[in-house]
Structure formats: structure tokens, C-alpha cells
């Protein structure tokens, strides 16, 4: 029943997570002829939307002409996702296939002094602005709501496998344990018993010898 229990609470945060999406905001400073690469795992049928821009120097106006960066997205089995060259901002939005890590590298080999970066990175089935992710992934609403619905839907079942297996690991080390505990028991127990009869033997000899018994 407690295993149940378990199962029950290990769901609840499922669905609590699944509720919100995994945001990370970045800001980071890129040398000249440097790469900065940023790493998030991701798991399969995942939704993931970016966007990034270069910081202005002086606030309220554009970076010059010469501030100009490069950015490529990529999945751990090397499968591009993103590319641009030679850009002040921009954006992606993809569907992740294969579970893993995705990485976003950017570098620049034009200006001669850092540049500073700032990266919105969202994953997760539900994420903020899906309109923008409609018109960058060029899907129509329909199409949209199915993606969500597939990602939820695969995100439960692969979450619902882990917590079976790690049940079943717990059943299995809560089997071995017993079976540890009752060896030692009857470990001690005979243990015991072989110093009470060797302590029995030793008076035994020893009020004989005496001749008090």
C-alpha cells in the first residue's frame, strides 16, 4: 500500500511539472574569436523556443554594424536545428525528436571587443508565446494543439516507466535487505549460542578440576 502511495505522490509531481515549462534566461559575455556554447537536456517531443540578442553598449541605441554574431543550434547526434550567421538577433522554435542534450553555441570573429549576449531559452510542452512559435515553425493552430497534446502525452508515459522502475528497484533492494538482516540474525544467533556453550564448557572443566562438582 505504501508502494501505492509512492506511485500516487511520484504522478502528482509529474503533472504538477508538467504544468510549467523549463525557461532559462541568459546573459553572458562573448570575446572576440571565442565560442560560447550552452547545453540543456531535452527530452523527446519537447517543444523548444529561443531567442536571443546582442546588448547594446549604450542603452537606447542599435549595437554598430560591425557587432554582428553567429549561432547554431544542434542536437547531440549533430542534426541541426538553427543557423545563422552573421546577425544582431533572432529566433527558433523546433520540436525535439530524439531525447538528449541540444546545444547553442555562439561566436563572432568580426569586432574586437566582448560582446554581451542575452538568450531566452524555453522548453517544455507548455511554453509561453505559442503564436510566435506558429509563425516561426510555420504550423497551423490545429497541428499545434496535437504537438501539445503528444508531448504531454509522452512526457506522462516516460515519467509513469521511471517511477515503475524505480518501484521495482526499491522492491528489489528492500528484498535483498531482508534477506541480509535475517543472515546476520541467525548469524548473531548462533554466535550467541556458541559462547554460552563454550562458557558453559569452560565452568564445567573448571569446577570439575576443583572437584567442586
Not at 554582428?68 to 544542434?74: E, F, K, Q, S
Not at 502525452?153 to 518501484?167: A, D, F, G, Q, T
Request: glycine share 8%.
Amino acid at each position: 500500500m505504501s508502494g501505492f502511495n509512492h506511485l500516487r505522490l511520484g504522478l502528482l509531481v509529474v503533472v504538477v511539472g508538467l504544468l510549467s515549462s523549463l525557461a532559462e534566461s541568459f546573459r553572458f559575455e562573448l570575446p572576440p574569436g571565442r565560442t560560447k556554447c550552452i547545453t540543456e537536456d531535452i527530452t523527446s517531443n519537447s517543444m523548444t523556443v529561443g531567442k536571443y540578442h546582442i546588448v547594446p553598449v549604450k542603452q537606447g541605441r542599435p549595437p554598430p554594424d560591425d557587432h554582428r554574431i553567429n549561432v547554431r543550434v544542434t542536437s547531440m547526434l549533430g542534426k541541426h536545428y538553427h543557423s545563422a550567421d552573421h546577425v544582431m538577433s533572432g529566433e527558433f522554435a523546433f520540436m525535439g525528436v530524439e531525447a538528449g542534450d541540444y546545444m547553442t553555441c555562439f561566436w563572432t570573429s568580426i569586432v574586437i571587443s566582448n560582446l554581451t549576449i542575452d538568450f531566452d531559452w524555453k522548453i517544455g510542452v507548455v511554453t509561453k508565446g505559442w503564436s510566435g512559435v506558429v509563425k516561426k515553425a510555420h504550423i497551423d493552430l490545429l497541428e499545434l494543439e496535437l504537438l501539445k497534446m503528444q508531448g504531454t502525452v509522452s512526457s506522462i508515459r516516460n515519467e509513469m516507466h521511471y517511477l515503475r522502475s524505480r518501484e521495482k528497484e526499491m522492491q528489489e533492494l528492500n528484498l535483498s535487505t531482508n534477506d541480509r538482516m535475517l543472515w546476520f540474525s541467525s548469524l548473531s544467533l548462533l554466535i550467541c549460542l556458541s559462547v554460552v556453550g563454550l562458557q558453559v564448557w569452560h565452568l564445567k572443566t573448571y569446577f570439575l578440576r576443583k572437584k567442586i562438582l
